[in-house]
């Protein structure tokens, strides 16, 4: 069984330098973590955002030890992180530059211009209003639709791709895939694997549409990013969602990310404050997320429940939080789970199962062609138990969820469910 991947994403600007990312690799692996990734470590552009890169030979100011230059520390790093089995995913952005990277002076025709002759900066409208325009004007767009131009790009990014594979990286996260032509990424690609076969892609692709995912079928990337944070259980369009990605490629699941508010603040929103409630909460948005699809990503600080939203500008080692807890236990029995269960490291079709419950949700998921099958029951309740008859099951299932006594389920049984509780049952 090939395992799918589970992913810590140490993020560096809270850490520190490379030497100190090292520091937490032990904690990483005893959580059953087979992943790390690290965010942009590169020299940023004027901006000091991680993702404005100046310069991607170089290391982050912040990050190093004043010694060593950035091929040996991420050597290192990744020699350390072997040593524990772990794998190594950084991110890759190579649709922008910062507009004082050292490529818009050594290769000013590799970008898009305004019509004035400037460094055109990538924009986002908003779909309900197109008059609201974002702009990030410290990048500098990539012009990959000039024939000539983008293969100058593929050959740089290419090189890139390869230095950093010789340092040891395994994966690569591509951040805003979509952006970059799907014919550019299938000779990257197909450039990584000729070097080394193991190299996975990881496609970053979240906000945009449909369309624009399914243009990167052929590009060969191992995995897709979901949007699985943000479902109520309930509305269809993740299932939907779901059964799209899984024809291009297996999906990645996150409780949170640096993209996004810690899920303390969404709870605090809700007025769920009460600590006790809170960790429930928690538990259950993990063992959901690393349940949902082939692949799990925890950000740094989850299993603490801190608060402070990461930040790829200002974020520094001094926001490190005391825990309101330790999930650590948990999240490690979780992602064993994860890994000796086949069904949950398969993308096959699931769907949701009645459960005669508002509050109550159950969800299938199969393996294609295969009679295994996972249900998972999930209270949505965080504060109230509730209890279900079990209907619609073709035979029945052991339990395997963390810190439970395995009981077999048959149909007709009454199910207990404590407030915020899942529940997952086997039948392989």
């Not at 020699?79 to 290769?107: C, F, P, W």
């Not at 449909?210 to 269809?236: H, M, T, V």
């Not at 207990?416 to 997952?424: D, I, K």
Request: proline fraction near 5%; include cysteine; charged fraction near 20%.
């Amino acid at each position: 069984m090939t395992e799918g991947p589970r992913i810590y994403n140490l993020f560096p600007l809270l850490v520190g330098t490379v030497q100190q990312w090292e520091g937490h690799l032990s904690r990483i692996a005893c959580m059953g973590f087979n992943w790390v990734y690290v965010n942009p470590f590169h020299y940023p552009g004027f901006s000091g955002s991680l993702y404005a890169v100046k310069d991607y030979y170089r290391l982050h100011p912040l990050m190093e030890d004043g010694e060593h230059n950035l091929d040996t520390l991420i050597r290192r790093f990744c020699k350390r992180a072997a040593e524990y089995g772990l794998s190594v995913i950084m991110d890759l952005v190579i649709n922008h530059t910062a507009k004082d990277s050292v490529l818009v002076e050594q290769y000013p025709q590799w970008f898009r211009r305004e019509t004035d002759g400037l460094l055109y900066s990538p924009r986002a409208i908003d779909p309900a209003d197109s008059r609201k325009v974002t702009i990030w004007g410290d990048l500098a767009e990539l012009d990959y639709q000039t024939p000539s131009t983008q293969a100058a790009l593929v050959s740089y990014f290419g090189n890139l791709i390869g230095y950093f594979i010789d340092c040891g990286i395994q994966g690569f996260r591509c951040d805003a895939a979509y952006q970059v032509p799907a014919e550019a990424w299938y000779k990257l690609i197909r450039f990584a694997r000729f070097k080394e076969k193991g190299t996975i892609f990881l496609a970053e692709s979240l906000g945009c549409k449909l369309e624009q995912i399914q243009a990167l079928r052929s590009s060969g990337f191992d995995y897709l990013f979901n949007s699985a944070k943000w479902w109520d259980c309930r509305e269809p369009w993740l299932l939907e969602q779901y059964e799209a990605f899984r024809h291009i490629a297996p999906s990645i699941a996150f409780p949170e990310s640096h993209d996004t508010d810690r899920l303390v603040t969404d709870l605090s929103r809700q007025d769920i404050i009460d600590p006790s409630v809170v960790e429930r909460a928690y538990r259950l948005h993990y063992l959901r997320a690393a349940t949902f699809s082939t692949g799990v990503m925890m950000p740094l600080g989850y299993e603490f429940g801190f608060s402070h939203r990461l930040h790829v500008v200002t974020t520094r080692q001094e926001d490190w939080e005391y825990p309101r807890f330790d999930l650590s236990a948990w999240i490690t029995a979780v992602n064993h789970l994860k890994a000796m269960t086949h069904v949950l490291n398969v993308e096959g079709p699931q769907y949701l199962v009645r459960t005669g419950s508002l509050t109550v949700v159950g969800l299938i998921r199969r393996i294609h062609g295969d009679h295994s099958w996972v249900v998972t029951y999930m209270n949505t309740d965080l504060f109230q138990p509730h209890d279900i008859q079990i209907i619609n099951l073709d035979n029945a299932a052991h339990e395997v969820t963390p810190d439970r006594i395995g009981m077999t389920l048959h149909v007709g049984d009454t199910l207990v469910l404590a407030p915020g509780e899942a529940r997952m049952f086997v039948s392989e």
